[in-house]
C-alpha cells in the first residue's frame, strides 16, 4: 500500500491555504497540521480550513510523522524557518523569495545539499502549461536562436497610498520589493524558458508613493477590508513600486523588464515576449490557456491549452481537456506533483524538474545585482 506523506503548512495568510487546496487535489498526500504565529490563531485557522492539528513552529517540528513542511510566511522568515526544518530532518517547500540575503540562501542551498532532503521553491509560476510549452519549443529548435526578450509583471494592489502591506517593510520584505516579489517570477521564467542566463544587469526604480498610510491594525495580503482615516499612521517607503531593468545575456541578446505593483487595471498581469531566429513566442498569465506564436513568412499561431495539441513533455501539466481553463491554483498543483514525487522517494531529485532551492538562490543573486545597479545607476555583472 502506498504511505501517505505528511504535510504541515506554515502561514495561513493568502498563499498558505492556496497551498493547501493545492495539496488536498494530490494523491497519497495529507495536510495534517498549519502553524500560525500563535496557538490561538492557529487553531481559528486550522478549524476554518478543516485540519486536525495546529501548532506555533517550535512545537510542530517535534512531531515526528510530519514529513515535509511548506514555508508560507513573510520573507524575513523564510530562512530561519527553512533551516529549521531541514535541521529536524523533514522536506521543504519554500515560498519565494527564499531569503532576504544571499548569505541567507548561500546557507540554504548549502545546508539542503548536505542532507539530501527534498526542497523546492514555490516559483509555480513556471508550471502554466504554456509556460513550459514554450520551454519544449525552444528546446525542440522552434524559436531558434532567441534575439531579444521583453518581459512586464503588473498588478494594481499597492496603487492607493492607502494600500499597506508587510512588503512595504524592508525588514520583512528585504530590500527590494517589486523586484523580489513579483520580478523574482519573471526572471526565473526568463531564463527557464530560453535556457539563456543573465549576465549583466542595469535597473532603474521609481518609488511613486514616497509616504503610506499605515493601517494601525493589521490585515491580510489582499483582504481589501476598508478603514477609516483614524486607523493610518503616515510612514516613509523606500523600496520600489516600479523597476525597469535592461538585461544583457550570455549568447549576446538583449532584453529588458518592467514590473509595477501600482499600475490600475492589471490585477497580476506576467507577459512575456520572446523573439527569436523561428518564430516568436507570447504568453500573458492572464489569459493563461493561450500562447501566441508569431510567424513571419505564414500567419501567426495561437496554440490553446489542449492535452493533445501541447508536446508530449508538457502534456503532464495538462489536467483537463482544452476548453476547460486551468489557472492560478493548478500551477501549484503541478509543481507540488513534481515534489512529492522526490518526497515519495525520500531524497532531492539528481536532476529536478522543480525549481530548488539552487534556483532560489539564483533569483537572490540577480535581484541584489539589480538593487546594486540601481543605487550606481550603471550596469553591474552577475
Ligand atoms: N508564489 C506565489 O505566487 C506567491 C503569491 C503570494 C505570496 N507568495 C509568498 O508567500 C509568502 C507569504 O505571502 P502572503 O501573501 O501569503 O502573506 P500574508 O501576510 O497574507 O500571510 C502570511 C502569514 O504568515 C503568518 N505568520 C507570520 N509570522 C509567522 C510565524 N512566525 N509563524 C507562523 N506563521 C506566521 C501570518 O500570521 C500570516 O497568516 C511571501 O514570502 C510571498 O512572497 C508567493
Known sequence: MTQTIKAAIVGTGFIGPAHLEALRRIPNVEVVALVEVNQALADEKAKLLGISRAYIFEDMLKQSDIDVVHIC??????????????????????????????????????????????????FNLRYYP????????????????????????????????????WRLEPDKSGESRAIADIGSHLLDITEYVTGLKITEVMADFSTVHKTRLKPLKTIETYSGKMLTPADYQEVSINTEDHATVLLRFDNGSKGSITVSQVNAGRKNRLNIEIAGSVSAFEFNSERPNELWIGKREKANEQLMKDPSLVHREVSSLVSFPGGHNEGFPDTSKQLFKEVYAAIAAGKQSEHPSYPTFADGLRELLIGERIVESNKKQAWVSI
Open 73 to 122: 510566511t513573510p520573507n524575513f522568515l523564510h530562512f530561519s524557518q527553512a533551516k529549521a526544518v531541514l535541521e529536524a530532518e523533514k522536506h521543504v517547500v519554500c515560498e519565494k523569495p527564499l531569503a532576504i540575503s544571499l548569505e541567507e540562501a548561500e546557507e540554504l542551498v548549502r545546508l539542503a545539499k548536505a542532507t539530501g532532503l527534498v526542497n523546492a521553491v514555490h
Open 130 to 165: 504554456m509556460v513550459r510549452q514554450m520551454k519544449v519549443m525552444r528546446e525542440k529548435g522552434e524559436l531558434g536562436e532567441v534575439y531579444s526578450i521583453m518581459g512586464s509583471y503588473l498588478q494594481d494592489w499597492l496603487f492607493l497610498q492607502t494600500d499597506y502591506n
